[in-house]
């Protein structure tokens, strides 16, 4: 369920648009549900309203009397303003991003400040939340980028694992971080969405704790320097709005339910 918010706002709820953009995404796609639950009407913007990749938004509770998907795409602005003109809010998801991991950062860390600087000049009340990687059941048919993290270790195509770190979030968290901060009027600046930080050999342990029928890797593949340490961050920020995290454990064991139950992860025989 979401959160509780003081004060009853289901009758302002039911006025309220909501532009997501792409829509069809993995964090996306909980964004659309999770806002349809709460009473919102949903404005889904998609680069291909008819690929049946996004057909999954379309069966979700509430979609037939409150989500309409429009055609767009982010480098083509005059679509961008027809979509999001006559709406409350705007959920800026979609991202035109490559998947080399500087220019990745790079990408992500200029279009935010491009966005503050606009914001301040045209008076836009922006705030922006930033998740670790996320994971999570999927409610798309496809499989994102930060899911392939873990099948990776499922599959046996990683042999070993790196000396590294790396914190995770659950995506119905994200999802449900962006309706605190845009309903809580106090929200403001900058929430980091993480929910703990993992070194690789600790995910492999719970990984393999849970399904240890799969062949997941127990060596590292730096033998010789000590571990890295975990990146130290708070969440307070969105905890004091009222979220409360899904340990990290959890959103390990419902994101390899869900590769499972998607197809993309074959589920081993038991022997007899
Ligand atoms: N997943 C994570 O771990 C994570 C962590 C931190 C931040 N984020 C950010 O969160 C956002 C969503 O990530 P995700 O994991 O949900 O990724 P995703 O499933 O790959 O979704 C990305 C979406 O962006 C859309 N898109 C790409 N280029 C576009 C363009 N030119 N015009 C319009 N739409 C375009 C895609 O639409 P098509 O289907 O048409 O390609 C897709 O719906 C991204 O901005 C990502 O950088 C993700």
Redesign the pocket.
């Known amino acids: 369920m979401p959160p509780a918010v003081p004060g009853d706002e289901s009758s302002s709820i039911s006025g309220q648009t909501i532009c997501v ?9 909980w964004m659309v549900k999770l806002l349809l639950e709460k009473g919102y009407t949903v404005r889904g ?4 309203p008819d ?1 049946p ?2 057909g999954h938004l379309k069966e979700l509770e509430g979609a037939k009397e409150r989500l309409t998907l429009v055609k ?4 083509d602005l005059n679509s961008v303003k027809q979509a999001v003109n006559g709406c409350h809010g705007v959920f800026h ?5 490559t998947d080399n991991p500087n220019w ?1 950062c790079y990408g ?1 860390a200029v279009a935010e400040q491009a966005a503050w600087e606009v914001a301040k000049e045209k008076g836009v009340d922006l705030v922006v939340v ?6 999570g059941p999927l409610l ?1 048919p ?1 499989i ?4 392939i993290h873990i099948l990776k270790y499922l599959t046996g195509s990683a042999k070993t694992y790196a000396n590294a770190t790396q914190a995770y979030v659950h ?1 119905r968290d ?1 999802a449900l971080a962006h309706i605190l901060v845009y309903e809580k009027p106090s929200a403001s600046g900058r929430y980091l969405c993480a929910e703990s930080s993992l070194h690789r050999g600790e995910l492999v342990e719970i990984l393999a704790k849970y399904f240890p029928e799969y062949p997941i890797p127990t060596r590292c593949s730096d033998e010789k320097n000590p571990r890295v340490k975990p990146h130290i961050f708070s969440n307070k920020k969105l905890r004091d709005l009222g979220l409360e995290f899904t340990p990290v454990s959890q959103c390990l064991y419902e994101t390899v339910k869900s590769l499972q139950e998607q197809g993309h992860l074959s589920v081993p025989k038991k022997e007899d």
Do not use: E, H
Not at 45 to 48: A, E, G, H, S
Not at 72 to 75: A, I, R, T
Not at 93 to 97: C, F, K, M, R
């Open positions: 953009t792409g829509a069809g995404g993995f964090i996306a796609s913007t998609l680069r291909n690929d990749k996004n767009v795409d982010l480098l998801t979609a991202s035109p991003v990745y992500k930033n998740p670790v990687l996320v994971l798309q496809t994102n980028a930060s899911t995506v994200v």
